[in-house]
């Protein structure tokens, strides 16, 4: 009733994605600026994407550039929401990427819900955008799975040199292959100082453990397989790497050994070409653009080292860190803020089982903290008509209150002419819990004691409907305060204002159950 695993889990991921895109774009654009330093630089940046791809949570700062996107929020598990986790049960779903005309374009295309509609179409479109997403992983893990498996028959009949390096005529490039202990391939065909310049370049991958970083970002890539700016991000990445390594090699050489180092990987592409065996193996690629890297590099000095770095380390505590929220203020004088009350009065439905405006009118209502809507079922075969509201709770060990779910109640029954009885039920975070840690109920009857009278007469304008509010949001007070507001408060015309004292016997009965 909650909703599937896996639905879940792509709502984060997309979330998640969103993010790493930002993160992306000002990596690509620091990439740009630092083309002249080492490209270890450059190297190191994209750490800062793959942080934001397999994390879903991070610390704030009031330093971090996320915060110059247009209404980024952060939720109670530290997680950036620009698509919200419930989005499927919306009655107007809406995102908030940071950018207006992102937006205008997406949310014009997201389905509403349909009115008598048992399931809203937003909630189809994300369990089959979920099941293809897990579909697209299982494709990707399964062709690295198996080429590895491939890669490993082949290289089986290898001759062991020495240390760990060895050499098979069954491949075409060298690389670096496995994980815990990982091992030097090298065709047979390299030689001399040409098989120096290699083997130095593979053992750097191996001392950076270049060959546990690439399994983990190519996981990365799995999992947001979908963007293709991720796509971008492991090219990009693979190819830093390699020539960070060349570059190293390249600064340990003597005079004269860059063109020997150059024209080894050369020989390499003049070589018929062998497609890559693995992408979790390291092999020869981007030799044009490594070799001209080669040949034009030199090795900065340590001035332009050290601010390399210092701006590497700022960029990655600004892109890393997710900023922080606003304060929310309150103005103890009115409660009406907490609702959008020309919203509220636009879903005034005479009918409970209009599913969209019902549906509206429940994701208008404040939650306690700690507590997110989940569904709802509408009782509407026979009277007495009914809505049904569903929760979880972020954490088991929360105390909930009933005192807001009371005020949201009393609202409904203004808005929603012929409903009778609002429940609101509420399930456990960890989903082995049996029973429900709390279920609040009422009815109409309920309501009007509270007002003394018809409570859908306060729906009729938006001044009234912001005089209902300020009764309910004295629900769970102190009493003597209530009584003293209701007494000052015009909720009826003068010939019927007489009915005003009648309601403090019965919100004392309500907020004392």
């Not at 620091?30 to 190297?43: D, I």
């Not at 579909?135 to 082949?154: D, N, P």
């Not at 890393?320 to 929310?328: G, V, Y």
């Amino acid at each position: 009733m909650m909703g599937l695993f896996y639905e879940d889990a792509f709502m984060t991921v997309l979330n998640m994605s969103v993010t790493a895109s930002y993160v992306t774009l000002a990596v690509l654009a620091a990439r740009f600026f630092l083309r002249k330093a080492p490209k270890l630089f450059s190297y190191a940046l994209w750490s800062i994407v793959l942080f934001r791809l397999i994390c879903p949570v991070s610390f704030s700062s009031g330093f971090s550039l996320l915060g110059l996107i247009g209404s980024y929020q952060v939720d109670n598990t530290f997680s950036a929401q620009y698509i919200p986790r419930k989005i499927g049960l919306m009655a107007v779903p809406q995102v908030n990427t940071g950018i207006d005309s992102v937006n205008a374009g997406i949310n014009a295309a997201l389905p509403a819900a349909t009115p008598y509609a048992s399931i809203n179409p937003m909630q189809v479109w994300i369990s089959l955008a979920g099941l293809i997403w897990l579909a697209g992983m299982v494709v990707l893990l399964g062709y690295a799975i198996l080429s590895y498996q491939r890669l490993v028959s082949r290289i089986s009949t290898a001759t062991w040199v020495e240390d760990n390096i060895y050499e098979t005529d069954l491949i075409q490039t060298p690389f670096v292959c496995g994980f815990i202990k990982p091992r030097i391939y090298l065709p047979l065909r390299i030689t001399g100082r040409e098989r120096e310049y290699i083997l130095r370049h593979e053992q750097i991958h191996i001392k950076r453990l270049d060959y546990l970083i690439k399994p983990i970002a190519y996981f990365a890539l799995v999992i947001h397989w979908f963007n293709p700016l991720i796509w971008l991000c492991f090219s990009l990445f693979s190819k830093d790497m390699e020539m960070s390594c060349d570059e190293r090699v390249v600064e340990t050489a003597e005079t004269g050994e860059v063109v020997n180092y150059s024209s080894s990987l050369l020989a390499l592409a003049a070589q018929k070409k062998m497609p890559s065996p693995t992408p979790l193996a390291f092999g020869e690629s981007n030799v044009k653009a490594r070799i001209k890297n080669i040949l034009s590099y030199r090795k900065p000095p340590y001035w332009a080292l050290s601010v390399s770095l210092i701006a590497v380390l700022i960029l990655a505590v600004l892109l890393a860190s997710n900023p922080m929220n606003e304060p929310q203020t309150s103005s103890p004088q009115s409660a009406a803020s907490l609702y959008n009350v020309e919203y509220l009065l636009n879903n005034k439905t005479s009918y409970v089982g209009n599913n969209s405006k019902v549906g509206a009118l429940l994701n208008e209502m404040p939650l306690p903290e700690g507590i997110t809507r989940g569904n709802f079922v509408l009782s509407t075969d026979n009277p007495p008509y009914g809505l049904t509201s569903y929760y979880e709770l972020e954490d088991d060990s929360l105390q909930v209150s009933e005192d807001q779910f009371l005020r949201n109640s009393i609202l409904l029954f203004a808005l929603i002419d012929n409903l009778d009885q609002v429940t609101h039920t509420g399930f456990w975070h960890n989903k082995l819990l049996s029973s429900t840690p709390f279920q609040f109920s009422y009815t109409r009857a309920d309501a009007e004691r509270v007002v003394g009278g018809d409570v859908r007469q306060f729906a009729k304008d938006p001044e009234s409907l912001e005089e209902l509010i300020e009764v309910v949001k004295l629900l769970g007070s102190d009493t003597t305060q209530a009584q003293a507001t209701l007494k000052g408060l015009e909720l009826y015309p003068l010939s019927e204002r007489t009915m005003v004292i009648s309601p403090i016997a019965a919100l004392r009965h309500l907020t004392d159950r």
